[in-house]
C-alpha cells in the first residue's frame, strides 16, 4: 500500500508517518520505479504497535528500546518490565503534580465567583500574583508530559 492508503487504515498522518522512518522506529519502505513507497501489512503493524506506545505516553527513546526486544522475540525481557517500571514511575509522578495543578486552579477559581470589572477579577489577580512570585524565584516546573 502506499502511504497514503497507510495513512488512512492506521489514523495516522502522513507526516508521522515519515517521521517514524526519519527516526528509524518505522523500517523504510521500498520504493517503486515512479519513487512511491510501498508499505507492507508489517508496516502496518510495526505502526499499530509504535502508535499504542505512544498511546501510553511513552517516550520516542522507550518505543525504540520496546522495539528491540520485539525484533529479538528470544531476548530476556527484563529490561521490558524495568522500562515498564519506570514509566508508572514517571506516570505516577505526573499524576501527582496534575493533582497539584487541578488543586492551584480551583483555588484561582474559587477567587472569581462573579463576573465583574477584569480589573477586579481574582483569577487574573491569582494568576499576576503568582507569575511575578515565579519571576522573582525563578521559573516554575509545567506539567507537559510524562518525563
Same mark, same amino acid.
Given at each position: 500500500?502506499?502511504? @497514503?492508503?497507510?495513512?488512512?487504515?492506521? !489514523?495516522?498522518?502522513?507526516?508521522?508517518?515519515?517521521?517514524?522512518?526519519?527516526?528509524?522506529?518505522?523500517?523504510?519502505?521500498?520504493?517503486?520505479? #515512479?519513487?512511491?513507497?510501498?508499505? %507492507?501489512?508489517?508496516?502496518?503493524?510495526?505502526? @499499530?504497535?509504535?502508535?499504542?506506545?505512544?498511546?501510553?505516553?511513552? %517516550?520516542?527513546?522507550?518505543?525504540?528500546?520496546?522495539?528491540?526486544?520485539?525484533?529479538?522475540?528470544?531476548?530476556?525481557? !527484563?529490561?521490558?518490565?524495568?522500562?515498564?517500571?519506570?514509566?508508572? #514511575?514517571?506516570?505516577?509522578?505526573?499524576?501527582?503534580?496534575?493533582? !497539584?495543578?487541578?488543586?492551584?486552579?480551583?483555588?484561582?477559581?474559587?477567587?472569581?465567583?462573579?463576573?465583574?470589572?477584569?480589573?477586579?477579577?481574582?483569577?487574573?489577580? @491569582?494568576?499576576?500574583?503568582? #507569575?511575578?512570585?515565579?519571576?522573582?524565584? !525563578?521559573?516554575?516546573?509545567?506539567?507537559? #508530559?510524562?518525563?
Amino acid at each position: 500500500m502506499r502511504i @497514503g492508503e497507510l495513512a488512512q487504515a492506521s !489514523g495516522t498522518p502522513i507526516e508521522t508517518i515519515r517521521f517514524y522512518e526519519r527516526e528509524g522506529l518505522l523500517p523504510a519502505a521500498p520504493r517503486t520505479e #515512479g519513487n512511491y513507497r510501498i508499505y %507492507t501489512p508489517e508496516h502496518a503493524e510495526r505502526l @499499530g504497535f509504535i502508535r499504542q506506545c505512544r498511546n501510553l505516553d511513552m %517516550t520516542l527513546d522507550e518505543v525504540r528500546v520496546l522495539l528491540r526486544f520485539k525484533d529479538d522475540p528470544l531476548a530476556d525481557c !527484563g529490561e521490558v518490565n524495568s522500562l515498564l517500571d519506570a514509566h508508572i #514511575g514517571h506516570v505516577a509522578e505526573r499524576i501527582r503534580e496534575l493533582r !497539584g495543578l487541578e488543586k492551584e486552579l480551583r483555588s484561582l477559581r474559587a477567587a472569581c465567583s462573579s463576573p465583574h470589572a477584569a480589573a477586579e477579577c481574582g483569577i487574573l489577580n @491569582g494568576i499576576d500574583q503568582a #507569575g511575578a512570585h515565579v519571576a522573582a524565584q !525563578g521559573r516554575r516546573k509545567h506539567v507537559r #508530559g510524562a518525563h
